[in-house]
T-cell receptor, first 116, second 112 residues
Framework: DTEVTQTPKHLVMGMTNKKSLKCEQH?????MYWYKQKAKKPPELMFV???????INESVPSRFSPECPNSSLLNLHLHALQPEDSALYLCASSGKSRKVNTGELFFGEGSRLTVL | QKEVEQDPGPLSVPEGAIVSLNCTYSNSAFQYFMWYRQYSRKGPELLMY????GNKEDGRFTAQVDKSSKYISLFIRDSQPSDSATYLC????????????FGTGTRLTIIP
């Protein structure tokens, strides 16, 4: 069982809706990530939070808005999405509180998003 | 030249066979080398992790890194139908933006 929990597992939304994806980890990791994965493609990095601060934004459209309320929680707020945004959205965490990040990511099961 | 090259497959082998999955890379700054396994409609799962040249064994899985040739491999012995999944190689460096670089993934099917 993964120690990174994502909700909801499935989400269907219209292009005018506002919804949020949620992610939680209790491993004491200092970094949390959002990835987007299309079918038969590797995960693509969207955002990285390190010590609750946004450290990487991979030029993601503003209709995706990340939020890190505390070290265990990560949200992705969705608004005015397009059908091409339909994908599996993966949350991951890494790096216990130590200075060196070794890149070992622990992924959640993902939230499968369909935009109509 | 792509930073990471991985044959997407698909690869089908009979149960019990030895499977060899490979990736090449061009970025000399990569320090950490990983293999992730992803079952259909699930998140990737970290399978093997190493930071030095040589072999690392874990049960039926062996990860091999050759830094001089910029080549990593994953071997699966006594393959089982439950090994059917997509296998992603991944690379990481502390220098620069600390991003994990994935290969495209190889889809593997073990035939009973």
């Amino acid at each position: 069982d993964t120690e990174v929990t994502q909700t909801p597992k499935h989400l269907v939304m219209g292009m005018t809706n506002k919804k949020s994806l949620k992610c939680e980890q209790h491993m004491g990791h200092r970094a949390m990530y959002w990835y987007k994965q299309k079918a038969k493609k590797p995960p693509e990095l969207m955002f990285v939070y390190s010590y609750e601060k946004l450290s990487i934004n991979e030029s993601v459209p503003s209709r995706f808005s990340p939020e890190c309320p505390n070290s265990s929680l990560l949200n992705l707020h969705l608004h005015a999405l397009q059908p091409e945004d339909s994908a599996l959205y993966l949350c991951a965490s890494s790096g216990k509180s130590r200075k060196v990040n070794t890149g070992e990511l622990f992924f959640g099961e993902g939230s499968r998003l369909t935009v109509l | 030249q792509k930073e990471v090259e991985q044959d997407p497959g698909p690869l089908s082998v009979p149960e019990g066979a030895i499977v060899s999955l490979n990736c090449t890379y061009s970025n000399s700054a990569f320090q950490y080398f990983m293999w992730y396994r992803q079952y259909s409609r699930k998140g990737p799962e970290l399978l093997m992790y190493t930071y030095s040249s040589g072999n690392k064994e874990d049960g039926r899985f062996t990860a091999q890194v050759d830094k001089s040739s910029k080549y990593i491999s994953l071997f699966i012995r006594d393959s089982q139908p439950s090994d059917s999944a997509t296998y992603l190689c991944a690379f990481f460096s502390n220098f620069g933006n600390e991003k994990l670089t994935f290969g495209t993934g190889t889809r593997l099917t073990i035939i009973p």
